[in-house]
T-cell receptor, first 112, second 116 residues
Framework: GENVEQHPSTLSVQEGDSAVIKCTYS??????FPWYKQELGKGPQLIIDIRSNVGEKKDQRIAVTLNKTAKHFSLHITETQPEDSAVYFCAAVKAAGNKLTFGGGTRVLVKP | EPEVTQTPSHQVTQMGQEVILRCVPISNHLYFYWYRQILGQKVEFLVSFYNNEISEKSEIFDDQFSVERPDGSNFTLKIRSTKLEDSAMYFC??????????????FGEGSRLTVL
């Protein structure tokens, strides 16, 4: 089945700096890649996603890139703010399926 | 804003006891899911449910687990005889469409199960 690896597991950045989280997936049949943010005591919440027919997508301070050949995708957060501190999960979904396969999560801490 | 609600937020139970975790998905959603997250580990898929039947399940979802949509609004996960290794955060999720296109999966805040 699909396997998603995520790095780093923790990331500490200074407020205003950029944060980058990388994920790799194993199944070339995966074609949809959402990113979730989980704040303490809450469920994961979708922040951005990308489909396999697109190489990059931006939404204000966050962007996601996808390299289908290498089977990896990344989340970029620019001008980080303290409220960006959370656990971020990448995920992959196969074309014919419904379930999300999650990466292991990255705990991001933005230091003021 | 519509949300997925889960109860209880935390349940402590003795090994061997039955547990029912409840979820109220968003009202116009058609696809329902349970995921779990053991402390410090990945969020793992358990089961998906559509049109009153299981559409997919993982190998974790063995005979001790069952799901039900008893009344058109609730979606429950039952663990028949809990084991220590069932201790985890259980997340319910729902979405409107089953296609793999951009259809957002909405998660509840989770039910923490502790098995002693």
């Amino acid at each position: 089945g699909e396997n998603v690896e995520q790095h780093p597991s923790t990331l500490s950045v200074q407020e205003g700096d950029s944060a980058v989280i990388k994920c790799t997936y194993s199944d070339s049949a995966s074609n949809y890649f959402p990113w979730y943010k989980q704040e303490l005591g809450k469920g994961p919440q979708l922040i951005i996603d990308i489909r396999s027919n697109v190489g990059e997508k931006k939404d204000q301070r966050i962007a996601v890139t996808l390299n289908k050949t290498a089977k990896h995708f990344s989340l970029h957060i620019t001008e980080t703010q303290p409220e960006d501190s959370a656990v971020y999960f990448c995920a992959a979904v196969k074309a014919a399926g419904n379930k999300l396969t999650f990466g292991g999560g990255t705990r991001v801490l933005v230091k003021p | 804003e519509p949300e997925v609600t889960q109860t209880p937020s935390h349940q402590v139970t003795q090994m061997g006891q039955e547990v029912i975790l409840r979820c109220v998905p968003i009202s116009n959603h058609l696809y329902f899911y349970w995921y779990r997250q053991i402390l410090g580990q990945k969020v793992e898929f358990l089961v998906s449910f559509y049109n009153n039947e299981i559409s997919e399940k993982s190998e974790i979802f063995d005979d001790q687990f069952s799901v039900e949509r008893p009344d058109g609004s609730n979606f429950t996960l039952k663990i028949r005889s809990t084991k220590l290794e069932d201790s985890a955060m259980y997340f319910c999720a729902s979405k409107t469409s089953g296609t793999s296109g951009r259809t957002e999966l909405f998660f509840g805040e989770g039910s923490r199960l502790t098995v002693l």
